[in-house]
């Protein structure tokens, strides 16, 4: 078929055997079916893109052509375009961004030879990639060269038909190696330079969640572009897992942290954070908590001193063990927190330089010794529980984060020492008591059947009425020994 007498375009697109044989190098005023034209976008109809061909003759290509999945035009005019020559009637020239057609192996080897794009229909799914019906025949697309992106969901390509590129011809046809990844990086690589020219640490910028890995997020910056935010840069809060904070598909604001440029013509490698987008929380920490403040915080991790709880954000605080309880003696933070649980604390102090929080669990709960000289009085008698043993004598708890001492000395007044002796921690004991040291958080016991007069006598008069049935009786004994008043 010569190019001089050329059919109108259906018939041009019915045998792509004489296209590809007719490929070659046109004049500047004369085309051949195949030739690969680079033009200008010079105006957009309502069907049809018209392209300056840098002859007398426009071309057009059909506007679906350019048409995205969501159906919007990816072209302006005074874009850029590379097409082929798909027909050619002298006032009008035909352009396609693909080959189809018949044309058995001589087209899909001399497509090969010249790097002309077919299209080509994904049919099912192999071993590391793509079963592609082209030109009739089956071809093997590379997993990692079907898109520009990381291929994840696989299943939303099969059925589809894509343009591709010949990378591998041999076995006479029976190993065919397609690539539809090249074709999009040429593309899409004018515009991505443009980009990466303009892109600078510290933009802001939008972009789309593509993977998640266990280190962290990618993000589709441009068409065939991504950063990388590590997990570290997710949130100012600490993060276990990337799905703790986005999903695929998500759209997000990041910052550009670091832009590496890679050798041997590769993409860059680009930082990105997610976190930094709000700022340091720490940075206006004073401006949402102050000290004496009650609030509630998630525990986040504990060590063997105390343990430390979220209180907004990516700002932490330390409850130190002595911090913990008033009612108890705690050995390790776990005996009354665990991670992951959220706790009521008071901000006792607020150190934004060092970046340090003090917190309190047990200031919230409450000083059991507050008002401790309205409940209990000298002389008082009352059961309270042996709690341990020392040398110098014995704790008893009085009610939870009140515990006195029954000094030693104290000890021999029991009417029967030897029962005191073979109490156990947790056994419960009468006691009196003595003396309170508020200030000093002291309360000294006795036993409540104490045999001494000079254990009761100091506390006679206006506390007489606390002593108790027991206190009362011993009064009594000893004044009808004595035939005194006491």
């Given amino acids: 078929m010569s190019h001089n007498s050329v059919e109108g375009p259906k018939d041009s697109l019915e045998s792509f055997a004489d296209l590809l044989d007719s490929y070659g190098p046109g004049s500047q005023e004369d085309f051949r079916i195949g030739d690969k034209v680079k033009g200008k976008v010079i105006s957009i109809g309502k069907e049809r893109i018209y392209i300056d061909t ?19 035009l990816t072209l302006e005019v005074g874009d850029s375009v ?42 099912g799914q192999v071993k590391g990639g793509f079963q592609v019906e082209v030109n009739r025949k089956r071809a093997f697309c590379p997993l990692s060269q079907m898109d520009l992106r990381y291929v ?6 099969l059925g589809n038909t894509y343009r591709f590129l010949i990378t591998r011809f041999e076995e006479n046809g029976r190993n065919i190696v397609l690539s539809r990844r090249k074709l999009l990086e040429k593309e899409g690589a004018e515009e991505r330079k443009k ?31 991504e950063g990388m935010a590590h997990i570290s840069e997710l949130s100012w809060s600490r993060v276990e897992k990337p799905e703790e904070v986005t999903r695929v598909g998500d759209n997000v604001e990041v910052i550009v942290l670091d832009i590496e440029k890679s050798s041997k013509g590769a993409f860059p490698r680009i930082s990105l954070s997610l976190k930094q987008v709000s700022g340091d929380p720490w940075e206006r ?10 609030i509630e915080g998630k525990v986040t991790r504990c060590t063997n001193f105390g343990a430390f709880i979220e209180i907004t954000p990516g700002v932490e605080g330390l409850v130190h063990i002595s911090e913990m309880s008033y009612l108890k003696r705690i050995q390790r933070p776990e005996e009354v927190v665990q991670v992951g649980q959220r706790v009521p604390v008071l901000v006792k102090e607020i150190d934004q330089p060092n970046r340090r929080i003090s917190l309190s669990i047990k200031e919230v709960e409450g000083d059991p010794w507050v008002g401790i000289q309205e409940r209990y009085t000298p002389g008082q008698t009352l059961e309270g529980i042996l709690d341990k043993r020392e040398s110098f004598g014995i704790f008893i708890q009085l009610e939870p984060g009140v515990v006195g001492l029954m000094p030693q000395s104290k000890l021999g007044s029991a009417p029967d020492p030897a029962i005191l002796s073979k109490l156990k921690p947790g056994d419960p004991i009468a006691v009196m008591i003595t003396e309170i040291q508020a200030g000093q958080r002291k309360i000294t016991l006795a036993p409540a059947d104490s045999k001494g007069e000079n254990d009761w006598k100091p506390f006679a008069g206006s506390n007489a009425g606390s002593l108790g049935t027991l206190g009362e009786k011993l009064r009594q004994a000893i004044q009808s020994k004595s035939g005194k008043s006491v």
């Avoid at 057009?60 to 969501?70: H, M």
């Avoid at 057609?101 to 994904?122: I, T």
């Avoid at 994840?152 to 390509?157: A, L, V």
Wanted: hydrophobic share 35%.
């Fill in 285 to 294: 920490v004073e401006e949402s908590i102050r000290e004496g403040d009650r």
């Fill in 195 to 225: 980009f990466l020219e303009t892109l600078r640490p510290g933009d802001r910028i939008q972009g789309k969640v593509t993977r998640l890995m266990p280190y962290g997020v990618f993000v589709e910056l441009f068409p065939g572009l």
């Fill in 82 to 123: 590379e097409l082929y020559v798909a027909a050619y009637s002298g006032d009008e020239i035909t352009l396609v961004r693909a080959l189809t057609g018949g044309g058995g192996l001589g087209l899909l080897r001399r497509a090969f030879e010249n790097s002309v794009p077919l299209e080509g229909k994904v049919t």
């Fill in 54 to 72: 840098g002859t007398k003759i426009d071309g057009f290509v059909e506007k679906e052509a350019f048409l995205d999945d969501s159906g919007q």
């Fill in 152 to 157: 994840e969901d696989t299943e939303s390509y």
